[in-house]
């Protein structure tokens, strides 16, 4: 039906959103980046392993192909 497809993701599987968009299974991605990597795992309450280093690399990925991107943030 031609739709496009968004993904909204907490980028903490890079590597599978990275294939998907290779596939051309992905026109655009909604990230989100929670805190500056010191706080990362923290303030999203996350015991992912370095889930902040994870983020930047799809976020590195997203710049590097000029990818449509919503990066966001919660404030409170």
Given at each position: ?76
């Amino acid at each position: 039906m031609g739709f496009l497809f968004k993904l909204d993701t907490n980028g903490s599987i890079p590597d599978l959103v990275i294939e998907m968009y290779k596939k051309g299974l992905i026109d655009m991605l909604g990230i989100d980046y929670k805190a500056p990597e010191a706080l990362y795992n923290d303030v999203a309450v996350s015991s992912i392993d370095k889930l902040a280093q994870k983020v930047k690399k799809l976020v590195k990925f997203v710049v590097k192909e000029n990818i449509p991107c919503d990066i966001r943030t919660t404030a409170h």
